[in-house]
């Protein structure tokens, strides 16, 4: 039972394969050591290095595959995020840009549209709290999806909270470790550049390991630093779930306006229920 919470929880959290669908960590070359700093320091530079923004918007590819399904899909999508407030996926038919799913996540509620089959999700995320292992937290999805150091639900960071981090170094990374009130571990691993590389998320390895790690990082439309490809890996004992993610073209502070609105004459249906179809594919 537990092995489903937590791909409902991958489910839930990346949204965007919803339409499709022991630990490995990824070891990286350095060749650059880590600067001496305390603690405090490190974290204070590596909030330095996170991208400030209101809101936040890239066109993206996306690939999923399962090794145990031996199946993989891709698609196009369009990535938006109103600080706080809302992320949005738009899921696009290559080519043709035509939208053939909708996902809206806000901090109280979370809206899935599936224009194929004229049907919608809505439910609120204190449901999917009680649904998923993980304790399903906005703020902590909003970080992941832009390069950030969070603690499980809370908005934002501050100086009081730099205790609560246990900090382990080696030469080339620096290691944040903060578990939350369900005994879920948060590991952010920095390089020498004081970005975050790579963020875990476990309670039991044996049973279930998530690793998001960042890479090839470029430029922002106002010259910030923000990593282009993401990947979200999923180790379960029966399976590992990988999710890319290649984004385009990061423009921060743009204005455009958000749609939530749920088209008349389609079916409303339960969360579970995508779930098992998801799930049931091949």
């Known amino acids: 039972m537990k092995q489903n919470k937590y791909k409902q929880f991958i489910f839930l959290t990346t949204g ?3 339409l499709f669908g022991g630990c490995r960590t990824t070891r990286r070359t350095a060749s650059v050591a880590l600067s001496e700093m305390n603690k405090e320091e490190r974290i204070e530079a590596i909030q330095n290095q996170s991208v400030s923004f209101n809101t936040l918007s890239s066109s993206l590819r996306f690939s999923f595959k399962s ?9 196009n999508a369009l990535l938006r995020i109103v600080k706080d407030r809302i992320i949005q996926l738009s899921v696009r038919i290559p080519f043709l840009g035509t939208e053939v799913a909708k ?10 549209i599936d224009r194929m089959n004229k049907r919608y999700v809505s439910e ?15 703020y902590g999805l909003q970080a992941l999806f832009t390069n950030q150091l969070f603690i499980a639900g809370k908005p934002s960071i501050t100086p009081a909270d730099y205790k609560t981090f246990r900090r382990s170094d080696d030469k080339f990374y620096s290691k ?20 975050i590389i790579q963020t875990e998320m476990y309670k039991d390895k044996s049973k279930a390991d998530v690793n998001w790690l960042y890479k090839d990082f470029g430029l922002t439309s106002n010259n910030l630093s923000f990593p282009m490809q ?4 999923l180790t379960v004992p029966t399976d590992l779930i990988t999710l890319n993610l290649s984004l385009n ?3 921060i502070d743009t204005d455009f306006n958000l749609d939530t609105t749920i088209p008349k004459g389609y079916q409303q249906v339960e969360m579970q229920q995508i779930i098992k179809m998801i799930q049931s594919l091949k």
């Open 16 to 18: 965007i394969i919803i």
């Open 67 to 75: 090794k145990k399904k031996n199946s993989n899909a891709s698609a």
């Open 176 to 195: 944040l470790n903060n578990t939350d009130s369900q005994g879920i571990n948060y590991v952010f691993t920095g390089d020498y550049t004081n970005r």
């Open 249 to 251: 073209n990061v423009d």
């Open 230 to 233: 993401m990947t979200m890996e």
């Open 103 to 112: 996902i809206s996540i806000m901090p109280d509620q979370i809206i899935i």
């Open 124 to 138: 609120p995320i204190q449901k999917l709290k009680e649904t998923a292992f993980f304790d399903f937290d906005y």
